[in-house]
Every structure is written in C-alpha cells, then in structure tokens.
T-cell receptor, first 109, second 112 residues
C-alpha cells in the first residue's frame, strides 16, 4: 500500500526551462510535506518543505505547491540547471516520514 | 562537520555473516531513524529512537535485525546471518522533530 506516489520515474528538460515534478498521496493525516534531492551513493538532502496549512512555499528557484483537495503536490524548478540532475523524492510526514519512489531528473545543457 | 555520519560507507560480506553499521547523529538531535533503500525504491522506514528509547519498529525489521542507541547518542544497526536480500543502502537520519530529517551518506551493503 503506497501512501506516497511519484508516477513519473524520469523527467528530462532543457537547461533554463521549467522542471515540474509531481507527487500524490493517499493519507489525509499527513500534515507536512518535503522534497529531498539525492545523488548516487549519497544520502537524501533536504530541499524544500510545506505545511498542510499552506498551498505554496518558495525558496529561490524552487517552489512547492500543495493541493490538499486533490492530495497532490508538485515541485517547480525555474530555471533548471544541469547541476539539478538528481533523483527527487517526495516525502510526507505523519508519525514518520514516508517516501515516494523518486523521479530521476536530467537537465540537458 | 556537524552532519550525520555513517560508517562504513561500503560493506561487502558473504551470506551468513553478521554485519554492524554505526551512525553518529547531529549532536543536538534527540530523534534518530534508520531507513533502507533498494534500487528503484524510495527510502523505507526501519526503526526510530527518541533519545535511547526505541519507539517504533517496522515489520520490515526481521528478527535478524537489531538496533541500539546506548546513552541516546550514536546508534548501531546489526544484521545477523545476512541474506542476499539484505543488500541495500542503509540510511541513518536524525531530527529535532518528527518532520525534517537530516540524512547521512548511507552504508551500501552488498551480500555475496
């Protein structure tokens, strides 16, 4: 039973364009959502988060949007840079952090 | 470096052997988590400590797995009689609350 779903295993975009990564969740008890970035052979690194009482949080090039009624969140990266190429995990917090399977983002120069 | 530290970074072992991993959390964090990640999957929760007390264990944590956090500081994760299915990256994370976790670089286990 997957409570956090990232349905796109991979995404490829051109440098300078927008990257949009999507995430759906099923458990309405989740009250905090996070995005982590992971490079090969490294642990996940925190990127940005959002509380369930908000619908948007912005930090530089990264913006997370939350649609509670649809149980959907997305991460926007504008403009995308080659250094953004990594696996991005969506995570949701209830009693513990539950992760999606990740989306591999490739930003082409 | 004040981040989460994990040792060793890599471990290769033969099936049936015991292995032990160590995690040193961020010093002011009282919560410590162990997760496991396999290829194509996200991190999966294994167990969680608040100070020295182990408060939750996943059903993924079989009887061959044991975790400790003596004195509420560093933690160890031991796997007895390793199996090939135990091959994964074992991730440790620490936190001051239940929301934002800070991860170490992980220990990559390969069971031959």
């Amino acid at each position: 039973d997957q409570q956090v779903k990232q349905n796109s295993p991979s995404l490829s975009v051109q440098e300078g364009r927008i990257s949009i990564l999507n995430c759906d969740y099923t458990n309405s008890m989740f009250d905090y959502f996070l995005w982590y970035k992971k490079y090969p052979a490294e642990g996940p690194t925190f990127l940005i988060s959002i509380s369930s009482i908000k619908d948007k949080n912005e930090d530089g090039r990264f913006t997370v949007f939350l649609n509670k009624s649809a149980k959907h969140l997305s991460l926007h990266i504008v403009p995308s840079q080659p250094g953004d190429s990594a696996v991005y995990f969506c995570a949701a917090s209830g009693q513990k952090l539950v992760f999606g399977k990740g989306t591999k983002l490739t930003v082409n120069p | 470096d004040t981040g989460v530290s994990q040792n060793p970074r890599h471990k290769i072992t033969k099936r049936g052997q015991n292995v032990t991993f160590r995690c040193d959390p961020i010093s002011e964090h009282n919560r410590l988590y162990w997760y496991r990640q396999t290829l194509g999957q996200g991190p999966e929760f294994l167990t969680y400590f608040q100070n020295e007390a182990q408060l939750e264990k996943s059903r993924l944590l079989s009887d061959r797995f044991s975790a400790e956090r003596p004195k509420g500081s560093f933690s160890t994760l031991e796997i007895q009689r390793t199996e090939q299915g135990d091959s994964a990256m074992y991730l440790c994370a620490s936190s001051s609350d239940r929301r934002k976790l800070f991860f170490g670089s992980g220990t990559q286990l390969s069971v031959l």
